[in-house]
């Protein structure tokens, strides 16, 4: 008989992926692409409940960003479209405005943030996963943008290294809602252990 898993703060860490300007501010480079799936989906709301959450109950969280310069793809021969275009148009660019936090999600003091990556994965590159071990976290939950890219590709990369992996769905958000849905009703099922929501995490985390 299958069990109810229940999660404890010293075993779970919170993912936040790509929490930047250039999706999030209204000045933001992406936001004129992403900001209508926002909206529908109440993201920022949410993800504002989410973070407060997780600090009153002494989650551990975690941010990984996206940053990338004019050589993070020398190692790279046969770069995708979308990442090229990303270059082209200074999109996440480390060290500029686009690349930053969005203010009302920002760390805190002492909250870790990994080194950024460059494509879909945040483990890819970065130290998430010396993070994540140091802490002993045997439970990574994920929430942010986008869906079906960089969230999908963390949780596969999450699940091959052996942790258990909890997508939080109405704590991302993607370009369309085809994608969107395509992440939560195929990939999520596929590659994470749990797909909850907000609200159903809380309730299965005990001290």
């Not at 793809?73 to 969005?102: I, S």
């Not at 890219?149 to 370009?175: M, N, P, Q, S, W």
Request: proline residues 4%; charged residues 25%.
């Amino acid at each position: 008989m299958m069990t109810t898993r229940t999660y404890t703060p010293k075993t779970s860490a919170l993912v936040l992926v790509d929490l930047l300007n250039d999706f999030l501010a209204e000045d933001g480079k992406l936001i004129g692409q992403i900001g209508p799936m926002l909206e529908k989906l109440n993201f920022k709301s949410h993800i504002e409940r989410l973070l407060s959450a997780a600090r009153k109950a002494g989650l551990v969280v975690i941010f990984a960003p996206h940053g990338v310069d004019d050589h993070s793809f020398d190692d790279v021969k046969c770069l995708h479209p979308r990442f090229q275009w990303a270059l082209d148009n200074k999109v996440l660019r480390t060290g500029d405005y686009g690349a930053e936090f969005y203010e009302p999600f920002k760390p805190l003091p002492g909250e870790i943030v990994v080194s950024r990556h460059r494509m879909f994965n945040s483990f890819q590159g970065t130290d998430l996963h010396a993070q994540l071990k140091k802490k002993n976290i045997e439970n990574v939950i994920l929430a942010g943008l986008t869906s079906q890219t960089c969230i999908e590709g963390t949780g596969r990369h999450a699940l091959e290294l052996g942790y258990h992996v909890t997508f939080l769905k109405d704590a991302v958000a993607e370009f369309t809602e085809k994608a969107h849905l395509a992440a939560l009703d195929i990939s999520y099922p596929t590659f994470g252990h749990e797909v909850l929501t907000i609200d159903e995490f809380f309730s299965r985390l005990v001290a």
